[in-house]
């Protein structure tokens, strides 16, 4: 049986089994101005996301062997497409992040890592796929026969082949002191962070996770974005704004404005996730 775990809209936890939505908690967060800007919802409740995940299964084969990979740029301001973007530039040459049914993996195609990054987030826990493990390539992920879920190890292989700029997606607070230390015993690698899910940090975790990132996604965190907005060397973004704390960081937000044409006006009143956690 192919199970997998996703926290996503609103922080809830949905639990899809072999193609379907089987459970849905309660969000902790009523509203997020992406899902409203691009899919119209309001408010999210549970209805509402077991149908979006249902979708999503449905249109591109989320969590099924059916799943679609690759996926063009849509000239967007996200995580996966500043990624796209290091990638297209050879300033990174692999990008170490999550995909379901394989766990955590190596891509180097930007197509990939927008159509993986760009249509999942916050996978919790999966099972292997069979059909996407041989599509991606056992060499490429770090457990094919658990689909783990484990960034440090991802890294880790990605320095075994030999990449010298690698980026990496990263949501525990915990692998950070395991990144200082790669860096550390790795200086001939360039070891980029990305923090990625970040809600529902407690002030000690989005403390460990600002000070190991070059670039941070707020999400609906509170924490991430009071240590954001008062020590980040460039902001993007204001609903869910992108945070820059070193200059690489700084630079990656700087490639990827060029190429979509510059920063939108900014609004007097932006549109925040409602609450803030």
Same mark, same amino acid.
Request: net charge positive.
């Given at each position: 049986m192919s199970e997998h775990i996703i926290?996503?809209?609103?922080?809830?936890?949905?639990?899809?089994?072999?193609?379907?939505?089987?459970?849905?908690?309660?969000?902790?967060?009523?509203?997020?101005?992406?899902?409203?800007?691009?899919?119209?919802?309001?408010?999210?409740?549970?209805?509402?996301?077991?149908?979006?995940?249902?979708?999503?299964?449905?249109?591109?084969?989320m969590c099924t062997p059916n799943r679609q990979l690759r996926m063009k740029d849509f000239l967007n301001f996200g995580i996966s497409e500043i990624m796209c973007t290091l990638l297209d530039e050879e300033v990174i040459d692999c990008v170490v992040m999550v995909l379901e049914g394989c766990g955590t993996l190596i891509v180097n195609e930007p197509e990939l890592?927008?159509?993986?990054?760009?249509r999942v987030s916050g996978l919790v826990k999966t099972s292997p796929i069979p059909e996407l493990i041989e599509k991606i390539g056992k060499e490429n992920i770090v457990d094919p026969e658990t689909a783990t879920i484990n960034q440090i190890e991802g890294i880790k292989l990605a320095? !075994? $082949?030999?990449?010298?700029? /690698?980026a990496v997606t990263v949501a525990l607070a915990s692998d950070a002191e395991e990144i200082k230390k790669l860096k550390q015993e790795?200086?001939?690698?360039?070891?980029?962070?990305?923090?990625?899910h970040?809600?529902?940090?407690?002030?000690?975790?989005?403390?460990?996770?600002?000070?190991?990132?070059?670039?941070?996604?707020?999400?609906? !965190? $509170?924490?991430?974005?009071? /240590?954001?907005?008062?020590?980040?060397?460039?902001?993007?973004g204001q609903s869910i704004p992108i945070y820059a704390r070193t200059e690489d960081g700084?630079?990656?937000?700087?490639?990827?404005?060029?190429?979509?044409?510059?920063?939108?006006?900014?609004?007097?009143n932006p549109d925040l996730p409602y609450p803030l956690i």
């Open positions: 926290e996503a809209l609103g922080l809830s936890r949905i639990t899809v089994k072999d193609g379907k939505v089987v459970s849905v908690s309660e969000p902790e967060v009523e509203y997020c101005p992406l899902f409203d800007h691009h899919r119209g919802i309001k408010k999210l409740t549970k209805e509402v996301i077991e149908k979006n995940i249902q979708f999503r299964i449905d249109d591109f084969g890592v927008q159509g993986i990054g760009g320095i !075994s $082949k030999g990449f010298k700029n /690698i790795n200086p001939d690698v360039n070891i980029y962070v990305f923090v990625v970040t809600s529902k940090r407690t002030p000690e975790e989005a403390r460990a996770l600002f000070d190991i990132c070059d670039v941070a996604t707020a999400c609906a !965190s $509170k924490n991430i974005r009071e /240590i954001g907005e008062a020590e980040s060397i460039k902001i993007v700084k630079r990656f937000l700087e490639m990827r404005l060029e190429k979509i044409g510059g920063e939108k006006p900014k609004k007097d």
